[in-house]
């Protein structure tokens, strides 16, 4: 392994120790724990685990807290915006900066995203603040112009600083926020072909993943040699509308050409996911032009500049004390006037932001939806099924570990000789495939095909298993006593128990409009009736739970009705099986401290919302790479005995705890690929059944992960959910004496 430092020039932002007095005096262990926890940002996970040494510098897992309100965000996987707070600090009067920080983070709110100013309080660097903390910091004194030179200091002294673009930036990258909106980036200072004073940033974006929603460059600032320099950088600039006229700031127009324009949030949205996908590892930056109705005459706001310029030049000021100064005296040589400007355009690139991480959110859930597809694709070549094992210890070892697969991974009660009790949701599933190319939202009637299946994941998983297990199998639910009920009861005779039907009840169902190429235009859910899923209706069938060998439970269960089931599964000592269903019903079986399950089988998204759960702090990326797996499942194996966690085309994680060392071990089962699939809606929950098959004949790891396959593929070759020719016999036929 190599790893490769650069040295940076003395004289650089990138020094700490220069422009510093000793009026704040720290020590240089104590600083260099907070500057080794900042370095470790852009360090691959697997580098810095092995770089087991630097552990000893780093006082915690991260260098953050979140707010309450960003911390919800997280968990429940919402749309995030990142705010700069040197614009309340040093970019504005008090109590313009407070109206504008409060104003701006309701737009975002209202706009549908979560605002997230960061700043470093008493030297904890925070990611959301509270109403309390914007007032204190709009008129503390003091505070610091936090840039990537200025963090680790400000921390180690616990003082309080305001966060630059580059500041932000970096806790946008620590905090996985990928769009973060302020008024204008810094860039190339005039003269700066003499002075080399080049705000730092230009080289922050030029080596993250963020995208910046701005006004452009600041106008006090050369913006020719600005461009130039993020072109040098790898950053992607866009202007953002129909022109690639490049915004100046105070003005629409600055006389420069943006290399690209972007016409709308989608748009941005998109290039973003892009350039994640690509994995550039640099940023983009979208220049939002002032609404002209605010913008300001380009010859009065140029002659107040350079004006600010020659007396700050005059009076010696230099480096990040000159911005402050110009904007400063440009808003008293122009009456208000820039300040009102700039406090209109930053309102406006804070709607803009908020759509583009809207949109952005659009498309990394359609990843995650394609991730729960457990990885089958068509046209792919078939690749071998094998296992490959992780150990997700800071010492981790090339080669295969000994994960156990030669034993059965849970020893059942041999007394538990009853059915299978599935509880969760029933519904019927409709599709309505649009026949024309063309799709009117005006109330025009279309020709469409079509279909319906049972659903639900409760009962796709309960149906799969009946038919595997020979009819071994009773689902607790609850459907109404219509047609769709009874069209659920007849799809498999006997499945459903006695007393879930409710009198006068809507059965759930859910229907998908989609047009002529199969792609989704609208989901419609009608789901009410799954809060009938009672702790009444699972005490009326206390014996059959009694005498299962194992329980499943999915994420439609109402909250009270888990707890009570968790609870007798723990008094009785029964395995249960959790299937998360989605992201945002995932924690359900840890609202409780006191409930374990046996297995559950999250997709990437819904682990990342369990471990967010449990470490509110947690810091995580939004690929669903090995890495974050490791990090994720090793939190969330503390309450589930086994994981099996999809991650679409990488495969399926199994992840148990060695008995031995106690630590989590990760067993990675690549996909097959297959051609010709009809339907992808059950095949993850056909998956969850296999592998619960796979337990109940007591097979090894590995076998449990081939049922499972095996019954995934029945399900995509089929057009219903559940293949009606599903048995043991087709998925593993060694089972048959």
Known sequence: MRIEVTKQPYGSNNIPFLNYSTENTVSIIQFLKFKMAYRLNGIPKLVQRNLGFLRNYSESRHPFVYSKEVSRAKSENMPIVALESTIITHGMPYPQNLETALEVENIIRQRGAVPATVAILKGQLTVGLTEDQLRYLAQAKGVIKASRRDLAYIAAAKLDGATTVAGTIIASELADIPVFVTGGIGGVHREGESTLDISADLNELGRSKTLVVCSGIKSILDIGRTLEYLETQGVCVCSFGESNEFPAFYTVRSGHRAPYSVADAKHAARILHESHRFHLNSGVVIAVPVPRRDAMDEKVIEEAINSALTDAKRKGIRGKEVTPYILSNVSEATSGTSLETNIALIKNNARVGADIAVEFKKLKNADNVNDSNIGFRKGAENISNFTRTFHTSSNTRSGAENCGDDTPMLALDMKADGDVLVIGGANVDRT????????????????????????????????????????????????????????????????????????????????????????????????????????????????????????????????????????????????????????????????????????????????????????????????????????????????????????????????????TTKEPLISHFPVDYIQNVENVSGAG?????????????????????????????????????????????????????
């Open 432 to 659: 309505y495939r649009v026949s024309e190319d063309t799709i009117q939202l005006d109330g025009s009637t279309h020709a469409c095909v079509m279909d319906q299946c049972g659903g639900g994941v409760g009962r796709n998983m309960a149906e799969a298993l009946w038919r595997l297990r020979g009819g071994r199998t009773k689902l607790l639910t609850a459907i109404g006593d219509d047609a769709d009920g009874k069209y659920l009861e007849e799809i498999a005779p006997g499945l459903i128990l006695n007393g879930c039907v409710v009198k006068n009840g809507r059965t759930p169902t859910y229907a998908a409009v989609m047009d002529s190429r199969g792609e989704c235009l609208l989901g419609l859910g009608d789901m009410a009736l799954h809060n009938d899923i009672t702790v009444d209706r699972v005490n009326n069938n206390m014996t059959l739970l009694e005498r299962a060998p194992l329980v499943v439970l999915d994420g439609n269960v109402p909250q009270i009705t888990m707890d009570h089931v968790l609870e007798q599964c723990q008094r009785l000592r029964k395995p249960v099986f959790f299937e998360p269903t989605d992201r945002r019903k995932a924690t359900k079986i840890l609202q409780n401290n006191e409930n374990t399950v046996a297995f559950s089988s999250p997709n990437v998204a819904e682990l990342r919302a369990m471990a967010t759960f449990l470490e509110p702090n947690l810091r995580g990326s939004l690929t669903s790479d090995l890495e974050e797996i490791k990090l994720l499942s090793k939190i969330v194996a503390k309450r589930v005995q086994y994981l099996i966690v999809t991650a679409g085309s990488k495969g399926v994680f199994i992840v148990n705890k060695n008995i």
């Open 685 to 737: 929950d056909c998956f969850s059944s296999g592998f619960v098959l796979g337990v109940l004949l007591g097979l090894r790891k590995s076998l449990c992960v081939r049922i499972a396959f095996e019954t995934a593929k029945a399900a995509l070759l089929c057009k219903k959910t559940v293949p009606q020719n599903l048995n043991v016999r087709l998925v593993y036929p060694k089972s048959i004496k």
